[in-house]
């Protein structure tokens, strides 16, 4: 198991030595497990890695287990931070971890489809859970977790852990809320090495320092531990010693961790992450990474990673290594239906040499989704879903920090609609917002300024076209010089970033209002005429309108939460009750 591991490029540092883990793994079928703190609505890109490894053990035969660490998302992970976190409201953490829960649920799902679909059929030996920490961590003592565990942590070595140093420099110091995170962490650890035989901890690199601390506090509970019948056995060898592994981080291409700290995460819930610009963030992976992504983010088989590699390197333009570890990669967390759907929308955009190909631009465009904005949804729009919540909790992220992408901002597709005051003689920074691409006109501006919005030009400006269009970055100019970006006169393609792709329809303003679409942001105040301060003042009306809906949003989220998260506490009591 170790070797296919290393093979896939998943081990990174290995708590202990590497003999005695692949002695562990080659002669124990261990119990592994994967930690994710719901501080958001939704997992990220990121968090895939750790979890793809637990994956290929689960298909290995192993006991894997995806823990969601409700109780210690109360506090959370100060890790690779340099100030605290930002404290979060209970009805958001419930949300965000029933939300959660039912993310992990969906994935485990599509991992086991995809096991199949490369001949690893379910057999006798697979077994997986899905668990939280609320469950124990809520209902423990802190006097017992001082008892068993305390007095084997030694303050040197926690003080000596780069966290801990870096926060105690900064400005803000470290709460002792914080300083306790990795202790917690460890208890989390001995709980499920206890009750369900968990050896092996898998998390990301910036985690090792928290899995070593673990490994230390539970092999000293097992030396120490009263009960005479444990002693027995772990003399029988029945548990082995803990051991842990981390792998490595997805990092951008300047070294930075990707993650919702990091302000740049990619999501994995389609309202926070369009489907299509998933698919979009794999497309444009660099070609020195995509033979590294491939082992890691898919189930493929190695044989077809190499052949793909070698056909890929052929004709790199063409991007097929790319494609393929967006497709699988999709397929995986949002099934295989939207991953054609997604393959579909970028060839029709991205034909020909990884240029925008016009001539199926306007095929492509054929049949327009929403307009990139709506009026928010009512209170008891949100809250009429399904008798747990469930549904509401997934459409809508009580997360508010958290930037969106849903069906009403150019959720699904690439495709908008906007009319045609909107853009003709407007500036791009201004298109930008109106097409829903950013989130104020401010922003628009300093994105452009700063060189991070592109505009799809024709790549001859002599007249004589290629068929193509090439990127050129947006730039402040007058709002006149928009129109000679429009392809045919109608249609308008920006970028913001390297993935996200918008082509936008332009259509008469009367033919628009027939339509039935959405308002796009800034369209009524446009048809009020309204000057830029009125337009601020109603912004902020507005806002103060759409907190209350939010907050009776909230208030119906939290009951559904509440009895969701009580359910699924009675079904792994009842599932435990059954083992014994």
Known sequence: MLSILEERGYVNQIAGTRDELDHLLTWKRVGAYVGVDPTAPSMHVGHMIPVMALFWMYLHGFHAITLVGGGTAKIGDPTGRTTAREAQLKVTRTANMVGMHYQLKKLWVNAEAMGRKYGYEKEWAWHRELINNHTWLQKGSILDMLHLMGTG????????????????????????????????????????????????????????????????????????????????????????????????????????????????????????????????????????????????????????????????????????????????????????????????????????????????????????????????????????????????????SLDHTTPQTNANSAGATATIVLPHSLVYNTPLPRVLFHAGLVSSRSEGHRLVTNQGAYVGSRSDRAGSLDGDLSWRPCQILPGSETQRFLVEGELLVLRVGKWKVRVVRVVPDNEFETMGLPDPPGWRDFKDGLTSEEIKENARREWKEKEKEIKAAERAAARNARAELRAIERGQQAAASGRR
């Open 153 to 396: 942590l030694r303050m040197g070595a926690l003080l000596a852990k780069d966290t801990v140093r870096t926060r105690m420099e900064s400005p803000d110091g470290m709460s002792l809320a914080e300083f306790f995170y990795p202790v917690l962490q460890a208890w989390d650890w001995w709980y499920m090495y206890e009750t369900k035989g968990v050896q092996l901890q898998i998390g990301g690199a910036d985690q090792y320092g928290n899995i070593t601390s673990g490994v230390d506090a539970l092999k000293f509970v097992i030396k120490t531990h009263p009960r005479q019948e444990f002693q027995q056995r772990i003399a029988d060898d029945q548990l082995p010693m803990p051991m842990g592994f981390t792998v490595p981080l997805l990092t951008t291409s300047s070294g930075e961790k990707f993650g919702k700290s990091a302000g740049n995460a990619i999501w994995l819930d389609k309202d926070m992450t369009s489907v299509f610009d998933l698919y979009g963030f794999f497309v444009g992976t660099p070609d020195a990474d995509v033979e590294k992504l491939l082992k890691l983010f898919t189930f493929l088989p190695l044989e077809i990673i190499q052949t793909t590699m070698t056909e890929h390197n052929q004709a790199p333009e063409k991007r097929k290594a790319q494609h393929l570890l967006a497709s699988e990669f999709v397929e995986l967390i949002h099934g295989p239906e939207e991953a054609r759907e997604a393959a579909s929308q970028h060839s029709a955009l991205f034909q020909r040499r990884g240029k925008l190909s016009l001539s199926d631009l306007q095929e492509f465009t054929r049949s327009p989704s929403p307009s990139p904005s709506s009026p928010p949804r009512s209170a008891a729009e949100l809250a009429a879903t399904s008798p747990t919540g469930r549904r509401g909790l997934q459409s809508q």
